[in-house]
């Protein structure tokens, strides 16, 4: 038994590596530039050069298990779609696939995926985690350092914030197990928390004051063109705040499946120095 990390140098496949690696079992990273840290073994992949769909069962023809991160497109189900039925052609009968709290079956973008897998009958689990903490490390980060500030759309809306680390514990047991246990989980975090309070947390962990700016859905756009987005991805990411500020995400949060042990706080004190000011 091989798995294959599909994006696997990223957020959520980072820690997942990890454990699978500590297990011992035989694992293959997959990216774009087949470039991988040591110990792993990487191979290419692009999702959108079919010609690369094969090179991971080149070298690796026992692979049998996949664990994906699909494109970053508003609809990436043409190729997800296309990468399932050439690994079930090579033998792969179980995939975990990175998914979104909100996402049903047969919802799109990636609970069309969700569908197809059903249909195929094949081994699958759909993971459907609520928001990363390492957003505020990354598509937060900058404004936090340099404007002191949080901007959203997501007014009071409150969120099962969770860490990748509780994902990939998720993922593992999903990779792994003999049996499945939840096919379509719902993931959060131990607190569901708003803006605001993230903002107050930041406050205090940094030492400075941190405020969570409310944007109507028109400024929060203009926020996401200005960072060099796409129009229509910037105005799906808009569409996720007013689901989130009319209380879809604290909807979620009372359905999970699993409830993750880390908090957030203790994520913004381990890694204090990304949002060090600056001047």
Known sequence: MTILV???????????????HQANHPIVLANRSGTVPAPYTGTRFDWLDPSTYPLPFSTHPDIDRVYLVAPSLIDPYPQVKAFIDYARARGVRRFVVMSGSPLEKGQPPMGRVHEYLDGLGVEYCALRPSWFFDNFATQYADRIRTEDEIVSAAGDGKLGYVSTEDIADVAFKALVDDVIEHDNPIIVGPELVSYDQIADMLTEVLGRKITHRRLDEAELKQVMLGRGMPEEYAQMMVAIDGYVAGGGEGKQFERANVVGKRKIRDFFEANKDVWRKVD
């Open 6 to 20: 599909i994006g696997g140098t990223g957020k959520s496949a980072t820690p997942l590596v990890r454990l699978l």
